[in-house]
């Protein structure tokens, strides 16, 4: 396995626009302080771009 990606939601969602919100709910993100470890890959890259102002990464080394 690469490495991986601690992602915790730090932000609500309320009052943040559609394609946000499914882009958090696409990572697994569901609540505020709920973290999630995915693959680092560039399509996990691209989502968290969309949505790091709500977001907090940490990089995991296997």
């Known amino acids: ?5 601690k992602i915790k939601m730090i932000k609500s969602e309320i009052g943040r626009p559609e394609k946000q919100r499914k882009v958090l709910r696409g990572m697994g993100l569901k609540k505020v302080n709920a973290s999630v470890t995915l693959a680092d890959t560039p399509e996990i890259r691209g989502m968290i771009d969309k949505v790091i102002h709500l977001v907090a990464v940490e990089e995991i080394k296997e």
């Open 1 to 5: 396995m690469g490495k991986m990606l």
